[in-house]
């Protein structure tokens, strides 16, 4: 059963629940990242119907990722992450985003399932459901540069990386020693689950068959000024805004990056 005070008490807060503010937001949305970690192992049994279970069963996730330890999806941490914000009093809705790949291009735009907040009259993106390098505390939306341990991070309305976008937000990271890169674009409008769930989505299904076909094990988790972020074999670590790449050939290597992601260590 969900249970507010055991979710708080394992974020590290201790006392009666905190204010609905902008400095409770940050403060728990950090420590839920460096607490409960990016896990998506259980994707390869799920298969093509990896986004059936977006809209989640709270009480049974909680159990497994909060109670039981295991680490989790988007979809599963930033829907634990939004049913603590809501009992706290926060204005929180569901926003979703395709991440920009490798080559350049953008997934689905119902890939990535994270939460927007309002505060004050302003939105801030809180995802505690991805794998990095990403945000650690919340990004407010504004093309205003805002740093975060050595990071900056900005929400922009025309990027480079996608000149025939439109309606579209793009979330931007530069490192200390880098150049601004695009993590992912998204509208800024409420998302329904029925939009994954009931309708016919031939772009989002076809995607879900390449992941299904092409499974690639990522494990991550922050870390106090930076984050971890295995994928496959390839380890990139980012602290105070600097990254640093590691390939683990040897299995002992691998075994234990993976305990210490999940805490298991």
């Not at 937000?169 to 674009?185: A, M, S």
Request: glycine residues 10%; contains cysteine.
């Amino acid at each position: 059963m969900f249970d507010i005070d055991h979710y708080l008490t394992a974020l590290g807060h201790s006392g009666p629940p905190p204010a609905a503010t902008l400095e409770t937001l940050r403060v728990l949305h950090k420590a839920h990242l460096m607490t409960v970690p990016f896990d998506n192992f259980l994707n390869e049994e799920r298969g093509t119907a990896i986004w059936d279970g977006v809209d989640i069963d709270v009480d049974t996730v909680f159990k497994e990722v909060v109670v039981g330890g295991r680490g989790g999806v988007c979809y599963e941490l930033n829907g634990l992450f939004r049913e603590l914000l809501g009992r706290l009093g926060f204005e929180v809705v569901v926003l979703s985003a395709g991440v920009r790949g490798p080559d350049g291009s953008f997934g689905p735009e119902l890939e990535h399932l994270f939460n927007g907040v309002r505060i004050d009259g302003d939105w801030y993106l809180a995802d505690v459901g991805y794998s990095g390098p990403s945000l650690i505390e919340p990004v407010r939306v504004s093309p205003e540069a805002q740093e975060q341990y050595g990071s900056q991070f900005r929400v922009v309305e025309r990027s480079a990386a996608d000149p025939d976008g439109t309606g579209f937000h793009y979330l931007e990271r530069k490192p200390r020693d880098g150049e601004w890169g695009t993590i992912h674009r998204f509208r800024l409008k409420a998302r329904s689950f029925s939009e994954w769930l009931d309708h016919e989505n031939p772009v989002l299904d076809e995607y879900a068959r390449m992941l299904a076909a092409n499974v690639t094990y990522i494990r991550g988790r922050a870390l106090e000024n930076g984050q971890m972020t295995l994928t496959g074999r390839r380890l990139l670590t980012v602290e105070d805004g600097r990254e640093q790449v590691r390939v683990l050939v040897k299995q002992p290597d691998l075994d234990a990056v993976i305990k210490h992601i999940l805490l298991q260590d």
